[in-house]
């Protein structure tokens, strides 16, 4: 089954990094319609397209990991 092209399917690949892929499918959705979100998400996108910053996702999901975890990771490295 083919992939259905949505607002939320460009806004998931774009907060995980996939920022042409979103801008494509983004204006592909904006030749059917002029819906706001769309032109907002493409002018943010166009801004940010050439900076290949942190995905910020995966960074909160790091910080979230409780000292524990760290501290047992920590370990686990300085063993190896």
Do not use: C, H
Request: glycine share 2%; charged share 40%.
């Amino acid at each position: 089954m083919p992939l259905t092209k949505t607002k939320t399917y460009a806004r998931i690949l774009e907060t995980q990094g996939f920022k042409q892929e979103a801008l494509e499918i983004y204006e592909e959705l904006l030749k059917e319609t002029e819906d706001p979100e769309i032109v907002e998400a493409i002018e943010r996108l166009k801004k940010r397209k050439f900076f290949e910053g942190v995905n910020v996702l995966k960074l909160k999901e790091f910080n979230d990991i409780n000292q524990l975890n760290r501290y047992d990771f920590e370990k686990w490295l300085s063993e190896i």
